[in-house]
């Protein structure tokens, strides 16, 4: 089985390749949740979809995934920031213990460059473009973090999310709803699955797709003030009948009520706003009055012992 990771950040800002392969233990677990009619309202729909998430996510016990592919980070604007090269790496699991290493292109310290700092004990260096190794273990008790750009390993007695956040370690069952906020943030799966249930409350969420398969979950974010220029939507498709695994997961804005009517020609009034005009007819003048995307993630399946496992993950980001 193989798992490709795609990233593209903006009009070719941003790509990465990463290949991915598995092997799950299935574990007994809940069955499918029950009970939610298709005529539910949005808010149960939207907790039926995660309930049935969760009670797959628990089936994965134990396993060993291995993966490899390549990194293309490509900044026109500023070529110094980018990076070329090989991913590899692995994640195994055995009920909540977990090791993680991933090997990157990546800015490493240039060592002939380091030198003592203007505090007392601290040191400087320049970074230049190289490859990295990060490791991270969690034996339900400690976790223990190194990095070959430093080759300390820092073992912690508490169950550390400094640690994670710094390995870049996700879920892996839950790949698919993580947005590079919520990797920085360490959010867990059952985080993103609670984040959800609250997203189906809100005025604007809207359930499709409930004769078939696969659901289309949606809610709106919108502007936070009536300045705002943009309004953001956010959709999940999930495949209720092949183990309710996420297949898509995407951000994508479109304009503010305040946007249209700038767009428009609307009167300004201000600088700001005659700033935000120029910006909105900048970015939609070869597209019009339509949705752009942020980043989306999108994420194939299969069966394995029982265990629906991710086969191939493509998340790309535009900014």
């Not at 213990?97 to 800015?107: E, G, Y």
């Not at 809100?202 to 359930?207: P, S």
């Not at 498709?237 to 695994?245: L, P, W």
């Not at 070869?286 to 086969?311: H, I, K, M, S, Y």
Request: glycine share 8%; aromatic share 8%.
């Amino acid at each position: 089985m193989n798992l490709k990771i795609l990233s593209l950040r903006h009009f070719q800002v941003f790509k990465a390749a990463l290949v991915l392969s598995a092997m799950a233990v299935a574990a007994e677990g809940p069955q499918a949740p029950s009970g939610a009619g298709k005529d539910a309202s949005v808010a149960r729909a939207f907790e039926f979809v995660v309930t049935g998430m969760r009670q797959e996510h628990a089936k994965l016990a134990s396993g060993l995934c291995r993966f490899s592919g390549r990194l293309v980070q490509d900044f026109p604007e500023t070529p110094e920031r980018n990076l070329d090269g090989p991913i590899a790496g692995l994640l195994a699991l055995d009920h909540g213990k977990l090791r993680f290493d991933i090997t990157r292109p990546d800015f490493i310290v240039d060592r002939r460059s380091v030198r003592a700092g203007a505090k007392t004990g601290a040191v400087v260096g320049q970074t230049i473009p190289g490859v990295s190794t990060r490791r991270f273990a969690d034996d339900l008790v400690r976790t223990t973090f190194w990095h070959s750009d430093n080759d300390v390993a820092t073992i912690m007695q508490t169950r550390d999310v400094a640690s994670r956040r710094n390995a870049e370690y996700v879920d892996i069952w839950g790949i698919t709803l993580y947005s590079q906020l919520a990797i920085e943030r360490q959010y867990t799966f059952e985080d993103l699955c609670e984040q959800i249930v609250e997203f189906g409350k809100r005025e604007g969420a809207a359930v499709a797709g409930l004769d078939s398969p696969v659901w289309t979950l949606s809610w709106l974010a919108p502007a936070a003030s009536k300045d705002e220029v943009w309004q953001t939507t956010w959709i999940l498709r999930v495949d209720t009948q092949r183990g309710f695994t996420p297949r898509l997961y995407r951000c994508q804005s479109t304009l503010s009520p305040k946007g249209r009517k700038l767009l428009a020609g609307g009167t300004v009034r201000s600088a700001a706003e005659g700033q935000a005009a120029e910006k909105v007819k900048e970015l939609l003048e070869a597209g019009g009055d339509r949705p752009f995307l942020e980043w989306e993630n999108e994420t194939d399946w299969a069966q394995v012992d029982g265990v629906w496992v991710p086969t191939r993950h493509a998340s790309r980001v535009f900014r």
